[in-house]
């Protein structure tokens, strides 16, 4: 089945810095996601992105499906930006809609 | 607004007892996700639903079962708790095929 790697699996900013996590998949997909996870555990949508570029405030992500990777940056990031980012992939040749995970990248941000 | 549910939002249980989680979506969603997290294994999918009466096996679906009798609802049930199963467990839905997906709040469910 599909591969999903995030990178990297930790990282830790202070406030204001500038951070890019990094989504590498194995095979061709029909729908990838972004999530941020809180510290209650609720998974948040950041951005459906199969391909392209996409903006939301101080967050963006990119997606180039031919080279099969996608990435999320976060510009100015604040102490409520921690957690963990987790990357979600539906293939091609996968079930429909069931999404493949990678494992997170978790995000301290430190005042 | 539409919205995906979850409830219990924490139990706890004992071996051997069945236990129901429900998932309610109000998004009229055909597709209907169950997942586990657990650390070190991220999410993993249980079961799965593309309609009424349509329910399907994931990656780790022993020890689960799921029911579909409406568009609205997909409970899960766990036949026989076991220590094993201890986990977050969080419902999705999705119109169809590469469409974005939502997520449910979560359970966190202990069997003791």
């Known amino acids: 089945g599909i591969q999903v790697e995030q990178s990297p699996p930790d990282l830790i900013l202070q406030e204001g810095a500038n951070s890019t996590l990094r989504c590498n998949f194995s095979d061709s997909v029909n729908n990838l996601q972004w999530f941020h996870q809180n510290p209650w555990g609720q998974l948040i949508n950041l951005f459906y992105i199969p391909s392209g570029t996409k903006q939301n405030g101080r967050l963006s992500a990119t997606t180039v499906a031919t080279e099969r990777y996608s990435l999320l940056y976060i510009s100015s990031s604040q102490t409520t930006d921690s957690g963990v980012y987790f990357c979600a992939v539906e293939s091609y040749g996968g079930s429909q809609g069931n999404l493949i995970f990678g494992k997170g990248t978790k995000l301290s941000v430190k005042p | 607004d539409a919205e995906i549910t979850q409830s219990p939002r924490h139990k706890i249980t004992e071996t051997g007892r069945q236990v129901t989680l429900a998932c309610h979506q109000t998004?009229?969603?055909?597709?209907m996700f169950w997942y586990r997290q657990d650390l070190g294994h991220g999410l993993r999918l249980i079961h799965y639903s593309y309609g009424v009466q349509d329910t399907n096996k994931g990656e780790v679906s022993d020890g689960y079962s799921v029911s579909r009798s409406n568009t609205e609802d997909l409970p899960l049930t766990l036949e026989s708790a076991a220590s094993s199963q201890t986990s977050v467990y969080f419902c999705?839905?999705?119109?169809?095929?590469?469409?974005?997906?939502?997520f449910g709040q979560g359970t966190r469910l202990t069997v003791v």
């Open positions: 999705a839905s999705s119109e169809s095929r590469a469409t974005e997906a939502f």
């Open positions: 998004w009229n969603h055909n597709n």
